[in-house]
């Protein structure tokens, strides 16, 4: 059987090195249009700033260790050009020499990844103007980097008078997670960045005011943030430096730009070839990653897969499912039967020594596609057992179908083990698990770790709670209606108040139940929900109707910021 992989890096060198596993005898050949396979493309922007000094840190395999340890032929600077899917062969071009030769198949893998989003805007090719996707868009980077933008030569030259060399302004355009660690990056090595993007929040898969939070984070870090607003083009100014114009009427000067669109599908070779394209614009294949030919799998970014949570079609461009769709290929082509669960998006990103993680549907793809039978909490545990040195808060929302508690998706936020409670409710998530599931988690604790009930097991204790009728909630949208009483202590007050509300401290509450009305809603708030909570139970049980704010004063912040 010969095998043809198009694509060598994360897909398709993983589809190659599994199918040697599961069958010795396969003649397998991968084809590369880059000079590199299987290196650490994720590694990027951290190269970038300096994190990950040595590009050879990268290369994380190379064509002489697929040949001597697996037997795959792999030929990087080729690339795939054209399918014929009636006779079963690939046309392969030297990248170098032009030279077109064919090669017959029995079975192919397409794993070509996506393309990066590059508008035709006025100015976009000029010099100093970058993206970040292989090792050599990297190399470019650091080489502009090091020997400085024509502005920045000149005032190297021309700086008799100067000792202070002017800091290098970089503009990175887009705020996903590629363009947000490359600013990161960029912050890191010194420079003067800005990061404009064209929606009014970056990291677009959170919900605006978990992203509101992130966004706080990173301008307190130096970063600074112009959101709300596209760019319209690139001008090259009389000093040699760059102009990014923005859709506003703004102009941003910089002395490097990065481009940071985001990314679609590399379906061209799918298309000439006639297999099927599905909805949302990628190579549509089915739970074995068979395309439309059933000699013909695809896997990566390339493709659109069902998103667990929703069952929608979607595009997922993460190493994770590329690197499990790959394996999968290489199951089904040697004759086993695994299939592809879906996706979840789970995904982290690590800015300034916090991180952000999430997994599953958001609150806006819920809205989005009509789901209502869900509710949210928010809550903010420690990382680890509170008297325990380093302990920092996770801001956590928690999102769940009202009807059975099924888990539907978390958000995370903080600056110590964010990773490993997504991480946990993603394996939640994809297992079926409800709340009440979290609720009996056994999870690993010692002070330095985690705390008797870790985050997870208490979000699935405040979510239970909830569902069980024992502690009702409200969020701070509709709060305003009814009647706010804070239980916190008067001293708590002089930092931050809740306009409008009544104070009763918690220790006083059992003893001044009588100021309170009885034909009104109550909704009770603290810091963070711990405190309202108690006061709730009693309420109820004295016959108020009482809620608890979700998140308390905690949560009233990520409001406010939405406010403003
Ligand atoms: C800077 C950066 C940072 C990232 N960070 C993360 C991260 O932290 N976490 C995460 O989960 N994901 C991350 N990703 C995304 C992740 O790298 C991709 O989702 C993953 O590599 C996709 O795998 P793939 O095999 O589909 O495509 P790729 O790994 O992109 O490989 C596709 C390869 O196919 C080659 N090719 C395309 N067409 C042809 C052709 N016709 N002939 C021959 N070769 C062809 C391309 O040259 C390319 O090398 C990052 C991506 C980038 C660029």
């Not at 989005?368 to 509710?375: P, Q, S, W």
């Amino acid at each position: 059987m010969k095998v043809i992989i198009v694509g060598g890096v994360a897909g398709g060198a993983s589809c190659a090195a599994r199918l040697r596993r599961l069958d010795e005898k396969a003649e397998i050949l991968v084809v590369e249009r880059g000079p590199y396979v299987s290196y650490a493309n994720c590694g990027l922007p951290y190269h970038i700033g300096g994190v990950i000094e040595k590009e050879s840190s990268l290369l994380v395999s190379s064509e002489a260790m697929f040949r001597a340890m697996f037997a795959i032929d792999v030929r990087t600077g080729c690339e795939a050009i054209k399918i014929s899917p009636d006779k079963k062969t690939v046309e392969l071009r030297n990248v170098a020499t032009g030279e077109v030769t064919t090669e017959s198949y029995d079975k192919l893998v397409l794993s070509p990844g996506a393309v990066t989003v590059r508008p035709p805007l006025p100015g976009i090719d000029l010099p100093g103007i970058f993206q970040v996707r292989t090792v050599p868009d990297a190399r470019a980077i650091r080489e502009w980097l090091e020997r400085g933008s024509l502005f920045l030569a000149g005032m190297h030259i021309y700086s008799g008078f100067q000792t202070v060399r002017p800091k290098t302004r970089a503009v990175v355009i887009g705020g996903g997670f590629i363009g947000l660690e490359t600013a990161e990056n960029l912050v890191h090595r010194e420079f003067d960045v800005t990061l404009v993007e064209m929606l009014d929040q970056v990291l677009a898969p959170l919900d605006r005011e978990m992203a509101r939070v992130v966004e706080g984070y990173v301008e307190r870090h130096g970063l600074r943030l112009a959101l709300n607003d596209g760019v319209s083009g690139f001008r090259q100014a009389a000093n040699g430096s760059l102009e990014v114009q923005t859709k506003s009427g703004k102009v941003y000067p910089a002395d490097i730009v990065i481009l940071s669109l985001g990314v679609r599908p590399d379906t061209a070779l799918a298309k000439a070839a006639g297999l099927e394209i599905g909805e949302r614009g990628g190579i549509r294949v089915d739970d074995q990653m068979r395309t439309s030919n059933p000699d013909i799998f695809a896997v990566g970014d390339a493709i659109e897969v069902r998103d667990f949570v929703t069952g929608q079609w979607s595009l997922i461009a993460l190493a994770g499912p590329a690197n499990r769709q790959g394996r999968i290929a290489a199951d089904v082509i040697a004759g086993r039967d695994s299939r592809f669960r879906g996706t979840q998006g789970t995904s982290i990103i690590g800015l300034f020594g916090a991180a952000a993680a999430w997994t599953g549907a958001s609150e806006k793809t819920l809205n989005r596609i009509g789901n209502k039978d869900f509710e949210k909490i928010y809550i903010y545990p420690n990382s680890h057992a509170g008297y325990y040195p380093g302990a920092r808060p996770i801001a956590m929302k928690v999102l769940f179908r009202k009807s059975d508690g099924r888990l539907l998706g978390a958000q995370a936020l903080g600056e110590d083990n964010v990773d490993k409670r997504i991480s946990a409710l993603a394996v939640a998530i994809q297992m079926g698990a409800t709340i009440y599931d979290l609720e009996e988690a056994e999870l690993c604790y010692s002070p330095q770790f985690g705390s008797a009930k870790d985050p997870v097991n208490f979000a699935g204790m405040v979510a239970a709670g909830v569902l069980r009728g024992d502690m009702p909630i409200s969020h701070w949208d509709s709060a305003g209606k009814g009647f706010l009483l804070d239980v916190r202590e008067p001293v708590e007050l002089a930092v931050e108040q809740a306009p409008g509300a009544v104070n009763i401290p918690l220790g006083q509450l059992r003893a001044r139940l009588g100021e309170l009305p009885r034909d009104r809603e109550i909704h009770v708030i603290c810091r963070s929900g711990g405190r309202a909570y108690y006061a709730t139970r009693m309420l109820l049980q004295n016959g108020f109707k009482a809620r608890t704010l979700s998140g308390g004063m905690l949560s009233r912040f990520h409001a406010l910021l939405l406010e403003n």
